[in-house]
């Protein structure tokens, strides 16, 4: 008896109709076959299994989907790794060449897989409440690049039927050339551990790095950048390292802390700064907020000038009230009876060096808030009432001339 090959038992026992085809008809009907089946296969997984599978599994989070509709393409592949063999008259450098591709790309669907999957940890991470200080994105993403890079030498195996072994031999002398392709993702990794060890950045910092234009929310920490979007919606992209390597400033703790800092300066006339008279003193009492200051300074200078008197020195050697002085004691009252100004943290408000603008009055206080918008309104209310009750203490707030200030001059 005569051996039965098995490109005559795929078609001609199978098919016995069709023995009598020439070689190149049995071949296409034979291709034709295995990609009909691969593709019925496909259908199957993807538009059957994986819905029927979707009912069970939860919705509106994270889910395994993406990961299964990766592997479901190794299904097919299979089909077609197993069934090369079985079409007829085909070369066996053709059947051997399709193998080879096949298995590549088994490995590379898994591959693409398990990188979801990473993802996927990722994601589900991210929905816990301790997330933002403690990011994995970069880790997972130096997962990605040695799996990739693992499954590169794998395809490269499969495809020249090489023992990965063997090409992983020849690393070493690549080392050098690895060192400076992977540079970056080393100092990126390095710098990701940093960061994220020392609680130094976490997503929906305000961090702000004027070298780089950077003045916003971090929104994003991966392995290589860290994306900012600044205050007027622009997105700045800064390497990874470049965080370590460099200063830059994190709001975290002002925000944290529950108040921001005011902490600006009147600038007063000094052709203004004089001495009050007892009329003058006697008016401002009408001020409930320095009563007691002028109250218990009117005690203190009179016991001094007491003594000055009885010692007969001249009157010039008396001590009075300035009212640049009892003008700080109002705002130093004004803003500890402000109940937008927090208690707990330091309050000041002192005098600078004399420029050529003007005394300097600063004000140093922290608001009870960190919002930017109720920041600003509490600042602004704090300087509209002081600029307008200066007069009242016989101050004026320097500015330099102006035209109008020309044209009245001249006039006069």
């Known amino acids: ?102 298995a590549a790309s ?26 933002a200080s403690r990011p994995i994105k970069g880790y997972m993403q130096v997962l990605k690049i040695i799996l990739y890079a693992g499954a590169a030498i794998l395809i490269v195996a499969a495809l020249m039927e090489q023992s990965p072994l063997l090409l992983l031999s020849g690393l070493g002398a690549m080392a050098a050339v690895l060192m400076l392709v992977f540079k970056d993702t080393i100092l990126s990794l ?13 997503v929906g910092d305000w961090i702000e790095m004027p070298q780089l234009n950077a003045d916003g929310d971090v929104i994003d920490i991966a392995l290589h950048t860290i994306k900012v979007q600044n205050w007027d919606k622009t997105i700045t992209t800064i390497p990874t390292h470049r965080l370590i390597a460099e200063s830059f400033k994190n709001w975290r703790g002002m925000s944290e802390s529950g108040g921001r800092r005011i902490k600006r300066s009147l600038l007063i006339d000094q052709n203004c700064i004089r001495f009050l008279t007892a009329d003058e003193k006697q ?52 803003l500890r009876a402000n109940g937008r100004i927090s208690k707990d943290m330091s309050l000041l408000v002192r005098q600078l060096a004399p420029t050529a603008q003007g005394l300097p009055i600063e004000i140093y206080c922290f608001t009870s808030t960190t919002a930017w918008a109720e920041y600003e309104d509490i600042q602004s209310d704090i300087f509209d009432h002081l600029f307008a009750i200066m007069p009242e203490f016989g101050l004026r707030p320097f500015q330099d001339p102006s035209g109008v200030d020309f044209r009245l001059l001249r006039a006069a």
């Open 1 to 102: 008896m005569h051996s039965i090959t098995t490109e005559t038992l795929s078609i001609a026992a199978v098919f016995p109709f069709l023995a009598d085809l020439p070689p190149w008809a049995e071949t296409l009907i034979g291709l034709g076959l295995l990609l009909t089946i691969a593709w019925v296969v496909n259908f199957i997984v993807k538009h059957v299994v994986l819905r029927v599978a979707l009912r069970w599994l939860p919705q509106g989070g994270p889910t395994p989907v993406p990961v299964a509709a990766r592997l479901a393409n190794v299904f097919p592949a299979l089909v077609i790794s197993s069934g090369i063999g079985a079409v007829p008259h085909l070369p066996a450098g053709v059947v051997t060449v399709v193998g080879n591709v096949v």
């Open 283 to 334: 008016q401002l009492r009408r001020l409930r907020l320095i009563d007691d200051y002028l109250e218990s300074k009117q005690g203190e200078l009179g016991e001094w000038n007491a003594r000055v008197e009885r010692a007969g020195h001249d009157p010039v050697n008396s001590r009075r009230v300035t009212n640049v002085g009892t003008f700080r004691a109002y705002v130093l009252a004004y």
């Open 190 to 202: 390095v710098a990701s551990v940093q960061l994220t060890s020392n609680d130094m950045l976490r």
């Open 106 to 131: 088994i490995i590379l669907f898994i591959a693409m897989a398990i990188s979801r999957a990473f993802s996927l940890g990722n994601e589900i991470y991210e929905r816990r409440p301790d997330a």
